[in-house]
């Protein structure tokens, strides 16, 4: 089994991002190296182009997400983490796929569809973006690919392009599945709708502690009194505070909710405090890294080298197949 998942480094890494998905994804490493297979993670900076377009903050961003993996856990000796545009063969890639790949293909995504309905405006880039992600998972000829739900149509191009170039060549590359994470149904942000980057409505893992709990005093909630009985589930303070508390807590806290006597402004702060209690480890690994400003650029390095020899390998195979490059003597 090998498998890749990317990320595109935007917005900052929050709490939807890490239980829906990065914390499963992480935690497949062992897995798969139990079992003598491949993981590869990869920060999707060139997808990112399609909306960043500060070379600064792009630059931050993407080093910000990789000291976020390896804070949360990833472990380069047991997966590769690198970023995208250290491997430029998977643009290389992205072209010939692009030549196999059917407009209406690319016409029928969702993500490019909601995004122009957005109002975004369109350019090649977001309307290439599917061939450039089948062109990551392909590059090292992944079978398994972890992905939210969101990304589940991406998967299914991915698939159609790879048939695409085997019909159309040889059989170079495998199909691989979609690997959809235990849903955790609705994760809400702070204003009750799901939590997203793009809705400004997000809890960052790695955010300043004062900020952090600024962020979650803001969390809108009815206007039930003190002393007024609440109902917990579907409460976006009690939905929260069960990602990151015990079992014991998390009944201890419904009790409270439907007894008169708790405060939102209280249920905010003991949130607060279970999200520094659950996250404050990952927190303490994190600026022990900050402090080591080499190490993330080293390992970028190294998982970057591991990456381009499958990289090399592949277009070795796919130059072979459709002669590309290929001398006649
Ligand atoms: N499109 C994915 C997202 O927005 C990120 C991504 C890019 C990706 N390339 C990938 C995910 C390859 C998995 C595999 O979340």
Redesign the pocket.
């Given at each position: 089994m090998r498998i890749?998942?990317?990320?595109?480094p935007t917005a900052s890494l929050h709490l939807g991002n890490y239980f829906g998905?990065v914390r499963q994804f992480i935690d497949l490493q062992e897995k798969v190296h139990a079992e003598g297979g491949d993981a590869f993670y990869?920060l999707?900076d060139y997808?990112a182009l399609t909306t960043v377009r500060d070379a600064d903050t792009l630059a931050r961003q993407t080093h910000d997400w990789a000291l976020a993996y390896l804070a949360l856990g990833l472990d380069p000796d047991k997966a590769t983490l690198f970023r995208?545009s250290d491997v430029p063969h998977v643009c290389e890639l992205a072209w010939v796929f692009s030549t196999v790949t059917p407009m209406g293909l690319l016409q029928r995504c969702h993500?490019y569809k909601d995004k122009v309905q957005a109002g975004i405006s369109p350019d090649h880039g977001l309307f290439a973006?599917p061939v450039?992600?089948a062109a990551?998972?392909l590059i090292v000829r992944?079978s398994h690919?972890?992905?939210?739900d969101?990304?589940k149509q991406?998967?299914e191009v991915t698939r159609d392009i790879a048939l695409k170039f085997n019909q159309t060549y040889r059989n170079v590359f495998p199909l691989p599945d979609a690997f959809i994470p235990k849903d955790f149904g609705k994760i809400p942000g702070v204003d009750g709708r799901k939590m997203s980057g793009s809705y400004g409505n997000s809890i960052p893992i790695f955010g300043a502690e004062k900020k952090t709990r600024k962020t979650i005093m803001s969390i809108v909630t009815d206007s039930k009194g003190v002393d007024e009985p609440k109902e917990p589930e579907g409460n976006t303070v009690f939905e929260l505070f069960k990602l990151v508390a015990s079992q014991e807590q998390v009944d201890d806290l419904a009790a409270r909710f439907r007894a008169p006597g708790l405060g939102y402004g209280h249920a905010k702060q003991e949130f607060f405090e279970a999200f520094m209690d659950h996250f404050g480890p990952y927190r303490k690994r994190r600026e022990e890294l900050e402090g080591k400003p080499d190490y993330v650029e080293d390992v970028l390095q190294a998982g970057a080298e591991r990456a381009r020899a499958e990289a090399d390998e592949t277009m070795a195979l796919v130059r072979d197949a459709t002669g590309v490059s290929r001398r006649i003597s």
């Amino acid at each position: 089994m090998r498998i890749l998942s990317g990320c595109q480094p935007t917005a900052s890494l929050h709490l939807g991002n890490y239980f829906g998905a990065v914390r499963q994804f992480i935690d497949l490493q062992e897995k798969v190296h139990a079992e003598g297979g491949d993981a590869f993670y990869f920060l999707a900076d060139y997808h990112a182009l399609t909306t960043v377009r500060d070379a600064d903050t792009l630059a931050r961003q993407t080093h910000d997400w990789a000291l976020a993996y390896l804070a949360l856990g990833l472990d380069p000796d047991k997966a590769t983490l690198f970023r995208q545009s250290d491997v430029p063969h998977v643009c290389e890639l992205a072209w010939v796929f692009s030549t196999v790949t059917p407009m209406g293909l690319l016409q029928r995504c969702h993500s490019y569809k909601d995004k122009v309905q957005a109002g975004i405006s369109p350019d090649h880039g977001l309307f290439a973006y599917p061939v450039l992600m089948a062109a990551d998972i392909l590059i090292v000829r992944s079978s398994h690919v972890p992905v939210g739900d969101d990304q589940k149509q991406h998967l299914e191009v991915t698939r159609d392009i790879a048939l695409k170039f085997n019909q159309t060549y040889r059989n170079v590359f495998p199909l691989p599945d979609a690997f959809i994470p235990k849903d955790f149904g609705k994760i809400p942000g702070v204003d009750g709708r799901k939590m997203s980057g793009s809705y400004g409505n997000s809890i960052p893992i790695f955010g300043a502690e004062k900020k952090t709990r600024k962020t979650i005093m803001s969390i809108v909630t009815d206007s039930k009194g003190v002393d007024e009985p609440k109902e917990p589930e579907g409460n976006t303070v009690f939905e929260l505070f069960k990602l990151v508390a015990s079992q014991e807590q998390v009944d201890d806290l419904a009790a409270r909710f439907r007894a008169p006597g708790l405060g939102y402004g209280h249920a905010k702060q003991e949130f607060f405090e279970a999200f520094m209690d659950h996250f404050g480890p990952y927190r303490k690994r994190r600026e022990e890294l900050e402090g080591k400003p080499d190490y993330v650029e080293d390992v970028l390095q190294a998982g970057a080298e591991r990456a381009r020899a499958e990289a090399d390998e592949t277009m070795a195979l796919v130059r072979d197949a459709t002669g590309v490059s290929r001398r006649i003597s």
